[in-house]
């Protein structure tokens, strides 16, 4: 079993639709939990951060993690074209260290 | 202003070639590293060079051999080209605060590794 799974889609849903990805992990002391966000031929770049559960929420994206579960979520709201990307979940115990990566997930989002 | 760049952004090669690949980042981190993303887009970890002390993955071959001249540099040196070498490495940098504070990694864009 890997430490991260993560679907890889592809996912295709209409603009404005509501997304959301996921994933699950094994290791109970990953403490820190990001989701970056993979434009084709670019580098990932880094979209949300936060630390033990909760939610956190910037702009039209809100993370979520469920520590109980080993369980955390994006959601997207109002998703654009321009948000049609590869979002990688990740996380560790140590801050940038050892970092754990799910597999990513493909999002199309139809104009 | 690029944060974390890379050089080159392509490298297409033969199999058995030596060849380099240089990152730079300007953010004033201490902690650089070099990932692999397959064709799957699964990013895995190689090396971590934090104050000069080298971290390495295990399951990296001995042909890979990180060299960093400072601490806003970390280049990758790969011997002995294989064709399972082709993929995309990214370079990336992180700040070390002891795991005490949020310290995400910042990618480069990549160095597309095609060996023919």
């Known amino acids: 079993q890997k430490e991260v799974e993560q679907d890889p889609g592809p996912l295709s849903v209409p603009e404005g639709a509501i997304v959301s990805l996921n994933c699950t992990y094994s290791?109970?002391?990953?403490?820190?939990f990001m989701w970056y966000r993979q434009y084709s031929r670019k580098g990932p770049e880094l979209l949300m951060y936060?630390?033990?559960?909760g939610n956190k929420e910037d702009g039209r994206f809100t993370a979520q993690v469920d520590k109980s579960s080993k369980y955390i979520s994006l959601f997207i709201r109002d998703s654009q074209p321009s948000d049609s990307a590869t979002y990688l979940c990740?996380?560790?115990?140590?801050?940038?260290?050892?970092?754990?990566f799910g597999a990513g997930t493909r999002l199309f989002v139809k104009a | 202003d690029t944060a974390v760049s890379q050089t080159p952004k392509y490298l297409v090669t033969q199999m058995g070639n030596d060849k380099s690949i240089k990152c730079e980042q300007n953010?004033?981190?201490?902690?650089m590293y070099w990932y692999k993303q397959d064709s799957k887009k699964f990013l895995k970890i190689m090396f971590s060079y934090n104050n000069k002390e080298l971290i390495i993955n295990e399951t990296v071959p001995n042909r890979f051999s990180p060299k960093s001249p400072d601490k806003a540099h970390l280049n990758l040196h790969i011997n002995s080209l294989e064709l399972g070498d082709s993929a995309v490495y990214f370079c990336a940098s992180s700040q070390d605060t002891g795991g005490l504070q949020d310290s995400p990694l910042h990618f480069g864009n990549g160095t597309r590794l095609t060996v023919t």
């Open positions: 290791n109970s002391a990953f403490q820190y």
């Open positions: 936060t630390y033990s559960s």
């Open positions: 990740a996380m560790s115990h140590t801050g940038g260290f050892k970092t754990i």
């Open positions: 953010l004033g981190h201490d902690t």
